[in-house]
T-cell receptor, first 114, second 115 residues
């Protein structure tokens, strides 16, 4: 099975930087996604890491350490619209490509305050 | 590109009736589609994985006779909630993945309320 942990809630100030951590345990790790989800909407893709290191995309960066089973999402220059839930999802290899699936963490509800 | 639609976006039905939700990939062929359920303030829980032309694979604890999935074409999958009960009220989200790729594209979700 898989176990994915994220903080439930976080609060940060507009213009600041926030780091959302995710730890995971899985038998067939094949990549980690970060998604953003606003209330009542479907998740939108933010980043994908399959190799160790940092992936930067504008204000958002994502880091992965496979040996530690650890990832973080870094959000810079926070804006009020960044208030949302951030979901960490681990891609499991399964027995073959057709059996791959994503397992989501519980999500981190981020609130940006002025 | 990579747009996935769902219909309806919301539905209210009476207990005991059945509801069908459609998931379509609009601009790509989805060899695999996934159905998720999300209860308030919780994360997405995978219900089943369906590959075009074959039977869906259900996650543990999901009743396949209650949640009927049909993936008859490369652009359409349907989820039918049979004999719905109030506890089935939830946000149902589908996602689609093209063959040989890793990214899943999510539909906008369907909010089901069973009275």
């Amino acid at each position: 099975g898989q176990n994915i942990d994220q903080p439930t809630e976080m609060t940060a100030t507009e213009g600041a930087i926030v780091q959302i951590n995710c730890t995971y345990q899985t038998s067939g790790f094949n990549g980690l996604f970060w998604y953003q989800q606003h209330a009542g909407e479907a998740p939108t893709f933010l980043s994908y890491n399959v190799l160790d290191g940092l992936e930067e995309k504008g204000r958002f960066s994502s880091f992965l350490s496979r040996s530690k089973g650890y990832s973080y999402l870094l959000l810079k220059e926070l804006q009020m619209k960044d208030s949302a839930s951030y979901l960490c999802a681990v891609r499991d290899r399964g027995s073959n490509f057709g059996n791959e699936k994503l397992t989501f963490g519980t999500g981190t509800r981020l609130t940006i305050i002025p | 590109g990579a747009v996935v639609s769902q219909h309806p976006s919301w539905v209210i039905c009476k207990s005991g009736t059945s509801v069908k939700i459609e998931c379509r990939s609009l601009d790509f062929q989805a060899t695999t589609m996934f159905w998720y359920r999300q209860f308030p303030k919780q994360s997405l829980m995978l219900m089943a994985t369906s590959n075009e032309g074959s039977k869906a694979t259900y996650e543990q604890g999901v009743e396949k006779d209650k949640f009927l999935i049909n993936h008859a074409s490369l652009t359409l999958s349907t989820l039918t909630v049979t004999s719905a009960h109030p506890e089935d009220s939830s946000f149902y989200i589908c996602s689609a993945r093209a063959g040989g790729t890793y990214e899943q594209y999510f539909g906008p979700g369907t909010r089901l309320t069973v009275t």
